[in-house]
């Protein structure tokens, strides 16, 4: 017991440490959040966003959480990229991709809005499911949202052998 606090001391020697951990506690309860610093005997940790205070004296153990791998879902923080198609400009996230064919755009009506679609992709770069109409979409049009989706179904990506079994971006077509 005594080298494991030597060991969080010596990791925490800066007092405050970020990253993902779990911390077992000798109840056999088990936290997962972020530690923030160890200050006077007390640990400090946020967990759900929250701040909690705990007594070292009640800790068992502190692990700090392995790599996870990227899990195939949309961030919203991920690049806007932009291809053409015909006269269409569509956008398109897809983290760490590149659309490589372009969906190919039609329209029948003078409808205008945009839709977004939300593509599921899998490792060889197919789209596997088109959901039209999520959020950022002007447009309750069936029409547009039907020739949205079925555009979306028609585009392809760079595969990605090591990546996510699926992963999930957007394709934005404007009519």
């Known amino acids: 017991m005594k080298h494991l606090l030597y060991l969080v001391v010596c990791l925490c020697s800066s007092l405050i440490v970020y ?4 911390v077992i506690l000798k109840s056999g309860e088990k936290l997962q959040g972020v530690v923030l610093a160890l200050k006077n005997d007390t640990l400090q940790i946020a967990i759900d966003r929250e701040m909690t205070l705990i007594d070292m004296k009640e800790v068992s153990s502190i692990f700090f959480d392995e790599y996870v791998p990227y899990d195939g879902s949309l961030l919203l923080d991920d690049e806007v ?3 053409k ?3 269409y400009l569509i ?3 897809m983290k760490d991709r590149k659309m490589t064919n372009a969906p190919v755009v039609s329209i029948g009506t003078e409808d205008k ?4 679609v939300e ?4 490792r060889s770069g197919l789209v596997m499911k088109a959901i ?7 447009t309750s049009s069936e029409y547009l949202l039907t020739k949205a989706k079925f555009a ?7 595969p990605s052998p090591n990546g996510p079994i699926e992963q999930k971006g957007t394709i934005a077509i404007t009519y």
């Open 19 to 22: 990253g993902q951990h779990s």
């Open 81 to 83: 990229k932009f291809i």
């Open 85 to 87: 198609s015909g006269k």
């Open 91 to 93: 956008e398109y996230q």
């Open 113 to 116: 809005g945009k839709v977004v």
């Open 119 to 122: 593509v599921t992709v899998n």
């Open 132 to 138: 039209p109409g999520i959020t950022g979409s002007t």
């Open 152 to 158: 979306a179904q028609g585009a392809r990506f760079e």
